[in-house]
């Protein structure tokens, strides 16, 4: 074999790997997306220059320099990060080897695998874009390498290809099990995540406020709650170190027993990946999916990160009652200094009964002069929550819940924060409620000893048309958006909400297409048992239809496509054949017309003039004369059947 | 007992060969059922490669990685089809090659054509384990000589043509045979360096010293030797004059069998093919006797022929084969 493989097709090659790399580049430590593109650029110099590869040794001391420094950053060469930056690395190397042809398979095989792992490193939907452009581009390089051809000869070929492989994949997509994961895959990194995070420190939900990225949707089953019941539980906070809230770790034992006291709201979400634990429920959950469970903190927990989009089915109660509880002695936490404006307060309530001083910190706000912004002044420090309440007044649903909390705590009242989402916006095109990261929100929740855990909203106090209205009216009033004054215009409104629509059909039907989903297909398609023979033989029906309606597809163009007017010429020469002139293989046409007109003498003008109209309508690409063609030969038929006919 | 086995097996598929791809001399074209596919090892592979994609799909749950997994799928298949849609409707030809001295490679011109809308490309010819021949792109089109290496003389029945192509991708390896009864005809070796003939009257060398006496200048003709072209004279005329000589030039040789009975039939039979060479190069009409056959004495390219011919079949009525998997 050739030592040095043709020059076009390697740069096609080379160019493939870049776009291949693209996105990956993007997850990897910047060292290494460094690495990797100078290794392609010198790679690519080497293609463009004509220049000899470096020896064999090379390849090998760089793969093994690039993998011990993998391990060293990522502590692994395998799974979602580590596997995926050592294939890669791999990838590119072998590009220094390209010197067989089974070279360029192996490296063209790892590219469509890395095309793959792309859905690992990206959730996001363009990625099946890249993929699509990725595999094609991999696919035509191939072709270059059997037979070197145009750019648009190749790309013609390859989205006919596209096009023959996609009704098969759609097929497949639809039909094929749904099964669940062969084997765990080992534990993953928390990496890129938005939306709450697992402790409450200042400032975390103005950041929030203005994110309009969807955190979750929910369609429910019977009526949608209204606006001020809409509170998606997520992280409880238990614990106060002076400035931020914490979590206690997450326990399953001792929690309180809870007894409804309201209709039960069945619903399901479509949650984006957050990858953390928790699920969002309206407080307070009745029934949770069969993977997660309820804490004693009354959270919903998953068994895994929410790392993908993931939909669930759950149950809530609106209205509630708990009873045994062995969290609350926690609930009276507080840290052994600080604030003391607001631990003098607290205990001048301490006299008054559990619910009057709840009653009593509301008050507070309430006629504390206090205003609601997206952009407070700090109250940072260990007497951040006296000057927030003594002195700047002004804040976000964050420090009233911290305040409240704080003072209740201080009053001897059992309380907790706890974030969330609250409210949602009613599409009513698809008949769900999106929440965006905006309606990210904090509340307190309250212990007492006849109701248990109950929900007390201090913004609710200070701002009511943010729990009313949700976060966009409020804020237009508040503050303006950065972008555009006000609320944006019903228009553009009306249309966020219809592609919010498509995106979630999207998400439902492709993204979220899982073995519950295509049970549900099966059952409107009035297939019971995807496993019968019945099904199965359907399906190998259908395939085979499929695969057949494709072949004839894919073989259409070999069919042999005549020439209009050779095929009315051949009617003509079939016409005269039957009078005994046969036109000979070696004839021409106009070979053919004067013996037979010395034949037919009494046909000559006819025959000539036929002639002539086909010789300019084959050779001359003269259409008028095709019709001129079409029309003598259709007379002169007719004219022969009739004389037969008498 | 196990060669037995092999033997009605070959036999089988001999008669399996020759009833699907019947020998015919005239043009043949490719139908459904005359194209074999499988997939090629990288066609294995790639599988391979699209299937651990879909493992990671189901370990992951990722629905768009099902997607892509299941396009891959479905490349594949487009390129399977694309595969035998390249051989499909090709109408293919192949012709008798010209003559050839044992040892030389034949060359057997086929012709291909195609009416279809669809250029074919990456074609490969090859008569079984010989060179192959291929071809990038046939818009309609093409010519190539195939080659085939001679043994020895006599009639050369060329095997099965193998076709095949890997095109677009190399996933699947398409290819056909054509079974058309063409031959070509191998004259004997010549020897190299032959010793001198005998000539009849004074028994002299006659190769090296022919051109002693010289008789004047004609014009060239077909088979005339390039030593004898009279160039400085060439360069004042506008046709091509050739010297020729009188002496034994003219008279008429006629290499006999039976002049070199102590050779073996072969050894003979490639003597008096170099003979045959030199003497038509010389300009030395020749004969030819042959136990059976006498070839009155000539000049000219097709007397060389008839007699390279004579000599080619002498005593030889086995047309040889070159062993391939079928015949």
Not at chain 1, 188 to 213: I, W
Not at chain 1, 544 to 568: E, G, H, M, Q, V
Not at chain 2, 299 to 321: K, R, V, Y
């Amino acid at each position: 074999m050739n030592t040095t493989l043709a020059r076009k097709p390697t740069q096609y090659l080379i160019a493939t790997q870049a776009l291949v790399l693209a996105p990956h580049s993007l997850q990897f430590s910047p060292w290494l997306t460094l690495v990797l593109a100078s290794l392609l650029l010198w790679r690519a110099w080497i293609a463009y220059s004509g220049k000899t590869l470096p020896p064999a040794f090379f390849s090998l001391i760089l793969s093994s320099g690039l993998f011990f420094l993998i391990w060293l950053d990522y502590q692994t060469l395998i799974g979602r990060q580590g596997g995926v930056a050592t294939l890669a690395c791999l990838a590119t190397v072998k590009l220094f080897e390209t010197r067989t042809q089974r070279d360029i398979k192996v490296i063209s095989l790892l590219a469509y695998f890395l095309v793959g792992a792309g859905f690992l490193s990206v959730s996001s939907s363009w990625i099946l874009g890249w993929a699509g452009f990725a595999m094609l581009a991999i696919t035509g390089q191939l072709i270059q390498w059997q037979s070197l051809q145009t750019w648009q000869l190749m790309s013609k070929q390859l989205i006919y290809m596209l096009f023959e492989a996609i009704p098969f994949a759609i097929f497949l997509f639809v039909f094929f099990p749904r099964i669940p994961p062969l084997w765990s895959m080992p534990d993953e990194q928390t990496v890129g995540r938005t939306g709450l995070s697992d402790e409450m420190r200042p400032g975390d939900f103005s950041k929030l406020a203005r994110d309009e990225s969807v955190a979750f949707r929910v369609e429910f089953e019977n009526t949608l709650p209204k606006m001020s019941a809409r509170y998606w539980r997520g992280p409880v906070f238990d614990l106060f170190d002076g400035e931020a809230w914490l979590q206690m770790p997450v326990n399953i034992a001792g929690g309180p027993a809870i007894t409804a006291r309201g209709p039960v709201m069945n619903y399901t979400m479509t949650m984006e990946p957050h990858n953390l634990n928790w699920l969002l429920a309206l407080d307070i959950p009745g029934t949770l999916p069969d993977s997660a469970l309820l804490s004693n903190r009354l959270q919903a927990v998953n068994n895994t990160p929410i790392s993908q989009r993931q939909r669930y089915r759950l149950s809530s109660f609106l209205l509630w009652r708990t009873s045994d509880d062995d969290t609350i002695k926690s609930a009276l936490q507080l840290p052994q200094n600080g604030n003391p404006q607001a631990r003098k307060l607290a205990a001048s309530w301490r006299a008054l009964s559990p619910p009057e001083r709840v009653k009593q910190g509301l008050n507070f706000l309430t006629h504390g002069h206090f205003s609601y912004t997206l952009q407070p002044p700090l109250n940072k420090g260990p007497n951040g929550i006296d000057t927030f309440l003594f002195k700047n007044k002004q804040g976000f649903c964050e420090h009233y819940a911290s305040s409240f909390t704080f003072l209740m705590r201080a009053a001897g009242i059992p309380s907790r924060v706890v974030a969330g989402y609250q409210g949602g916006e009613w599409n009513s095109r698809g008949k769900y409620l999106i929440v965006r990261q905006a309606n990210a929100h904090a509340w307190s929740e309250v212990w007492l000893a006849q109701s248990g855990w109950q929900r007390v909203d201090p913004t609710a106090v200070i701002a009511p048309s943010r729990i009313n209205n949700g976060p966009d009216i409020n804020l237009s009033q508040a503050d303006s958006l950065p972008f555009m004054e006000g609320a944006p215009p019903e228009w553009i409104h009306n249309l966020r909400l219809n592609w919010d629509s498509l995106i979630n059909g999207w998400n439902q039907w492709v993204i979220g297409y899982d073995s519950r989903r295509q049970i549900q297909l099966f059952k409107k398609l009035g297939i019971p048992d995807a496993l019968s023979g019945e099904f199965i033989l359907r399906m190998a029906l259908a395939s085979s239809l499929i695969l057949a309606l494709l072949f004839l597809l894919a073989t259409r163009n070999t069919a042999i496509k005549r020439d209009p007017a050779s095929r009315i010429w051949q009617r003509f020469s079939r016409q005269l054949a039957r009078k005994g002139c046969l036109q000979l293989p070696h004839e021409g046409p106009l070979a053919f017309s004067l013996r037979a007109s010395s034949q037919l003498p009494q046909h000559h003008d006819v025959i000539h003039y036929i002639t002539q109209q086909y010789i300019a309508a084959r050779y001359g690409k003269d259409t008028a004369a095709l019709i001129r063609l079409r029309k003598a030969v259709r007379h002169y038929t007719h004219n022969q059947i009739k004389q037969s006919l008498l | 007992m196990l060669n037995q086995l092999k033997q009605s097996r070959q036999r089988w598929l001999h008669r399996w060969f020759n009833k699907r791809h019947p020998a015919q001399r005239s043009a043949v074209v490719l139908r459904y059922d005359r194209i074999y596919i499988l997939p090629s090892g990288f066609g294995y592979a790639f599988c391979f490669t699209a299937l651990l994609i879909l493992i990671g799909a189901i370990n992951y749950q990722l629905s768009l990685a099902y997607l892509f997994a299941f396009t891959l799928l479905g490349l594949g298949h487009a390129v399977l089809f694309r595969t035998f849609r390249n051989l499909l409707k090709l109408r293919l030809q192949l012709f008798d090659a010209p003559a050839v001295f044992a040892g030389e490679v034949a060359a057997f011109p086929l012709h291909i054509r195609h009416s279809s809308t669809l250029s074919r490309h990456a074609l490969a010819f090859n008569f079984l384990h010989q060179t192959s021949v291929s071809l990038n792109i046939i818009e309609h089109e093409a010519k190539l000589a195939i080659p085939l290496l001679s043994q020895k003389r006599g009639w050369l029945n060329a095997p099965a043509l193998h076709l095949s192509s890997d095109y677009p991708v190399g996933w699947c390896h398409a290819w056909s045979y054509l079974n058309s009864p063409v031959r070509c005809i191998v004259w004997p070796r010549p020897e190299n360096d032959p010793p001198p003939w005998q000539t009849e009257n004074n028994q002299e060398n006659n190769t090296g010293r022919g051109e002693e006496d010289f008789a004047g200048l004609r014009p060239y003709q077909a088979g005339d030797s390039l030593r004898r072209i009279a160039w400085k004279q060439a360069a004042h005329s506008e046709s091509l004059p050739v010297k020729f000589f009188n002496s034994q030039a003219a008279a008429p040789q006629v290499f006999s069998w039976d002049q070199l009975s102590q050779l073996e039939t072969e050894a003979r039979l490639s003597r008096l093919t170099a003979w045959i060479l030199a003497a038509q190069q010389i300009g030395t009409p020749y004969g030819l006797s042959l136990p059976g056959l006498q070839i009155a004495p000539a000049l000219g390219e097709p007397h060389q022929i008839s007699c390279l011919n004579a000599l080619a079949l002498f005593d030889n009525d086995a047309q040889q084969t070159p062993t391939g998997k079928w015949q």
